[in-house]
């Protein structure tokens, strides 16, 4: 047992010493890496549904981190992102609304340490959209409905945090979209207004 402790030693040195090493030769230039995790998504501004249950889902894609101070950078990302919710609707009518999107995130990071604080906008295209309309019955209210039923383009803001130990971080973010996706008034009869809201908790790798 005591011949191990001298190997255990050696590498927490070599990890120490490549944790210095990378940390030196990514200070002050860009980085990318990648991210994911899962996420939980809600749509709100909606006035008829009686109860409204979160998406469990999934978010992912790769990000660079540009340096712009020495406890600043900008973080643009790109991501694919599922959205959506369940609906009890008044009547006893049901729905289940499941969105694809792929977005752009534009963060303003905060680094002191291994804390990071972000906060910034997004913009978001509806990769693919599928929507279910039953009476209480289980009887299809409405049929045939996707992408050509909602706005293409989404767009709002989001804040998080997290820790970064060396190349490795864990974030938690919430999101909230600007934009009503109904593009036909008529989902008004159906739904009352309808935006998107998130959060996701993510492992992120940087190279």
């Not at 991501?79 to 303003?108: C, H, Q």
């Not at 383009?153 to 971080?169: A, Q, T, V």
């Amino acid at each position: 047992m005591k011949t191990i402790y001298p190997v255990l030693i050696a590498l927490l040195a070599l990890f120490g010493a490549s944790q210095r090493l990378h940390a030196q030769l990514t200070e002050g230039k860009p980085r990318f890496g990648l991210k994911l995790g899962v996420s939980g998504s809600n749509l709100y501004d909606d006035a008829i549904a009686d109860d409204k249950k979160a998406r469990i889902g999934f978010t992912g894609g790769g990000f660079v981190k540009v340096p712009i101070g020495k406890h600043f950078s900008l973080r643009p990302e790109l991501l694919f992102t599922t959205k959506g919710a369940e609906f009890d609707l008044v009547g006893g009518n049901t729905s289940d609304l499941k969105l694809s999107y792929l977005e752009i995130p534009l963060s303003l990071e905060l680094n002191i340490a291994i804390i990071n604080i972000h906060a910034g906008v997004h913009a978001g295209l509806l990769a693919a959209a599928d929507g279910t309309f039953k009476d209480a019955q289980g009887n299809s209210i409405v049929t045939d409905f996707g992408k050509d039923d909602l706005e293409s383009f989404d767009y709002g803001w989001h804040l998080g945090g997290g820790l970064d130990l060396g190349n490795i971080g864990i974030h938690l973010r919430v999101s909230r979209g600007l934009q009503d996706i109904r593009k036909d008034d008529s989902l008004k009869d159906i739904f009352g207004g309808l935006k998107n809201a998130a959060w996701s908790l993510t492992a992120a790798y940087g190279f």
